[in-house]
């Protein structure tokens, strides 16, 4: 190649591939890229998730539409756990395209590395050093679109010695870039975690028969107002404020070190009653239909067994929104219970399996009176189950009774 036109070759790596390649070579390329990241393990998993965004969104806002859009979400999650069992068997049949796709691997991370560090100096790399590493970085890739593993592997080495002769001292710079990159993809995760959306463990049956032991959820932590870290204080709401109906996770506010999960009932200046088990609000009794007078569900203390408990299903109503109560017999235990009377900034909150919930009632399980729970400590709302660990399911017989539910999957939390 003439001085000229290495001097006037791009500064950039991948600019200087891109200039190099034929039609050809592109369209290869992008073959090439497509399949590495539809054979990658992580690929049914993106799948999922990227479907699961939508999903929430829908059934947040269009309910009704959970009739056929969860049948669809439990559908493509069995495609994708296919998925994900035909490629880890193909890597064990194909040996050879897996050291393949290894090689392949190291050498876009090399090529990326050398990419980055002519992004952090600009202009200070010779035009000479650029075109004989972008001329060795095609042989890389010619070596990994034509599938040859040995080729791959020599001229990815070779390609790693040159940068090591012409960008010493960056390369040397470059692992503080690495770092600072894990660090930016940590914060990410923390902030997504803390302010957008996280996992909570349904640990008893207090919420039966809407979440069951084991319910994996998630819950929107943004709805109501992002919390302050390490605090129990939000400055200001995002959406709207927490409604009678909704199923919320919350920092126990006399067990700090706790954290509940139980529906509101009442909202600030609501008076809230039960008269044998039917819930009054500000006088006017809330709608419930008997459904089944012998409804069995399966719960659990701590490490116990699972035992069957034969309890009465209700459907009740909260502003309009329809959710299952659990009451064991004709009568609630307590013929009258109140009058609780929500103060400002608090909300007050019952289990749906009303006779086995440590809630507001029974000062949410620290004993004593009343407690309602502050906006504050309100951590977010739980919108759907993506992961069931309860009783029956899949190899249950295996682990005492406790399966995979794939028939929970993606339920709704109503």
Known sequence: MSTSSATEAPAGLEASMAARRTPEQIKASRALLWRELLTSLWA???????????????????PPSAGWAQPLMQGLAGLMLLYFLGLMVLRFALPKQSRLRHLRHEARELIGEIERIHKKVPGKIPAEASTRLAEQAMQVEAASLAGDA???EKETKALDTLATQLL?????QDLGDFVSGFAKALAIAVIIRVFIIEPYRIPSGSMLPTLEIGDQVFINKFIYGVRLPFTNYVPFQIVRAPERGDVIVFNNPVQLELDFIKRVVGIPGDKVELINGEVFINGAPQSRTLVNEDQVVYNRQDNTPWYPE???LYHESLDGKVHSVLQPGSKARMEYEGPYVVPPGHVFVMGDNRENSLDSRYGLGAGGGVEFVPYGHIKGKAMVVWMALGFGGWFSNFFEGTGLRTDRLFEPVR
């Open 168 to 172: 010493a001292v960056w390369r040397k």
């Open 150 to 152: 040995e080729g791959l």
């Open 310 to 312: 034969h309890l009465r």
């Open 44 to 62: 049914p998993l993106v799948i999922l998730g990227l479907a699961l965004i939508p999903y929430i969104i829908l059934i947040e806002f269009v």
